[in-house]
C-alpha cells in the first residue's frame, strides 16, 4: 500500500514508483472510478489518436483489395469462432 498526502489544493502528486506501475508519463491523464464503500480504482486512460495518426495506419496490412461479400464472410466466420490462420 502506498500512502499519499492531500495538498492545501486537493491535489496528490504520484510518484514515480505510481506512475511507472500505471505506465503514465507527465502530461498523460488517469482515469477513476469510484468503488463501493469509498474505495476508488485508478486507471490509466485510453490514448486517443488524432485523425492524422489514425490515417493510413493499417494501410501496409492488406496483401489485396476486399470486396464486401469477403468482408461479410469474415465478420460472420469471426462471430462463430472460426478464425483463420
Known amino acids: 500500500m502506498v500512502r499519499l498526502k492531500i495538498t492545501a489544493k486537493g491535489q496528490v502528486t504520484l510518484r514515480k ?3 511507472e ?3 503514465v508519463e507527465i502530461g498523460d491523464e488517469i482515469d477513476v472510478s469510484f468503488e463501493e464503500q469509498g474505495e476508488v480504482s485508478v486507471r490509466p486512460a ?3 489518436h488524432t485523425k492524422q ?3 493510413g495506419m ?3 496490412k492488406a496483401d489485396r ?3 464486401l461479400e469477403e468482408l461479410d464472410e469474415a465478420i ?3 462471430w462463430a469462432g472460426k478464425v483463420n490462420s
Request: no cysteine; charged share 40%.
Open 17 to 19: 514508483d505510481i506512475r
Open 21 to 23: 506501475h500505471l505506465g
Open 46 to 48: 485510453r490514448k486517443r
Open 53 to 55: 495518426e489514425l490515417f
Open 58 to 60: 493499417f494501410a501496409h
Open 65 to 67: 483489395v476486399h470486396s
Open 76 to 78: 460472420r466466420d469471426g
